[in-house]
T-cell receptor, first 113, second 111 residues
Framework: EAQVTQNPRYLITVTGKKLTVTCSQN?????MSWYRQDPGLGLRQIYY???????DKGDVPEGYKVSRKEKRNFPLILESPSPNQTSLYFC????????????FGPGTRLTVT | GENVEQHPSTLSVQEGDSAVIKCTYS??????FPWYKQELGKGPQLIID?????GEKKDQRIAVTLNKTAKHFSLHITETQPEDSAVYFC??????????FGKGTRLHILP
């Protein structure tokens, strides 16, 4: 089954404790991205990757890091989480960036206390 | 940069009636306009998309219209059913440019 998986689905952590949210897709897609969803603000892009070893900032990259060492995986790293990073996070992938359907993961709800 | 405005933010319609969600975009170079549906506890899923070389596209009860001159596009859902209750996102993108999402519309189908 073609899908995007994310782990964990739910995470409660404390300020400053490094965490990683994993994302994996099995569709051989070139393009992957991370979004955060907050009430009233919709989906905002954090980082994206056009292909392996090619990552770039989205609209709200501060406080986040990503890596793309393999085509299927695109982890999101929070080196020192803060309460304003409490949000619902989605990973997405598509064949290419421009004009292709994006497939979203199920989401990771992160709470930073 | 590109901006996508979506209205209304919340919409309640009686079951069986039609629902219309409208979006405007700022970048005239945009040529791809997808609509995503997000059900509770799930990630958004594409329900229909339209490209700038057509003005309308229909898929069963769902249709999208595009007015490139006015830079706006709309989602039309006819004969609404309870399972249509969800959050809907419009988006716009194009050549050498990323997809920008609207802020979403929460659609309630009233019994």
């Amino acid at each position: 089954e073609a899908q995007v998986t994310q782990n964990p689905r739910y995470l409660i952590t404390v300020t400053g404790k490094k965490l990683t949210v994993t994302c994996s897709q099995n569709m051989n897609h070139e393009y992957m991205s991370w979004y955060r969803q907050d009430p009233g603000l919709g989906l905002r892009q954090i980082y994206y990757s056009m292909n392996v070893e090619a990552t770039d900032k989205g609209d709200v990259p501060e406080g986040y890091k990503v890596s793309r060492k393999e085509k299927r995986n695109f982890p999101l790293i929070l080196e020192s989480p803060s309460p304003n990073q409490t949000s619902l996070y989605f990973c997405a992938s598509s064949l290419k960036r421009d004009g292709y359907e994006q497939y979203f993961g199920p989401g990771t709800r992160l709470t930073v206390t | 940069g590109e901006n996508v405005e979506q209205h209304p933010s919340t919409l309640s319609v009686q079951e069986g009636d039609s629902a219309v969600i409208k979006c405007t975009y700022s970048d005239s170079a945009s040529n791809y306009f997808p609509w995503y549906k997000q059900e509770l506890g799930k990630g958004p899923q594409l329900i229909i998309d339209i490209r700038s070389n057509v003005g309308e596209k229909k898929d069963q009860r769902i249709a999208v219209t595009l007015n490139k001159t006015a830079k706006h596009f709309s989602l039309h859902i006819t004969e609404t059913q309870p399972e249509d209750s969800a959050v809907y996102f419009c988006a716009a993108g194009g050549r050498d440019d990323k997809i920008i999402f609207g802020k979403g519309t929460r659609l309630h189908i009233l019994p």
